[in-house]
């Protein structure tokens, strides 16, 4: 009994050290991987850009400049400044 389990763990690890998946835990594999997925990234933004340089961009309206008007006229908008005193101070004398 104890012969077929170690017999099955010897075949198990044989056969997951062959898989080619154990190959990423080398150095070289491990900078495979960061180079496929940096790759990845760097096409699916370049993908995204394009697709939104390809969107119809809203057209600005053509206006016309208004013209300009000088006018000398003085607008009295605002009543003149008052003077800041209190209403007591302005009783008292």
């Known amino acids: 009994m104890l012969e077929r389990i170690l017999t099955s763990l010897a075949v198990i690890l044989v056969v997951c050290l062959i898989l080619p998946g154990c190959a990423h835990f080398t150095k070289s594999g491990r900078q495979q991987l960061a180079y496929e997925k940096?790759?990845?990234?760097?096409?699916y933004t370049r993908d995204r850009q394009r697709s939104k340089m390809k969107m119809p961009q809203m057209a600005v309206p053509a206006s016309a400049p208004s013209e300009n008007k000088?006018?000398?006229d003085v607008v009295d908008a605002a009543p003149s400044p008052q003077s800041v005193t209190t209403s007591d101070s302005q009783t008292e004398q």
């Open 70 to 72: 000088v006018s000398a």
């Open 38 to 43: 940096y790759v990845r990234k760097c096409s």
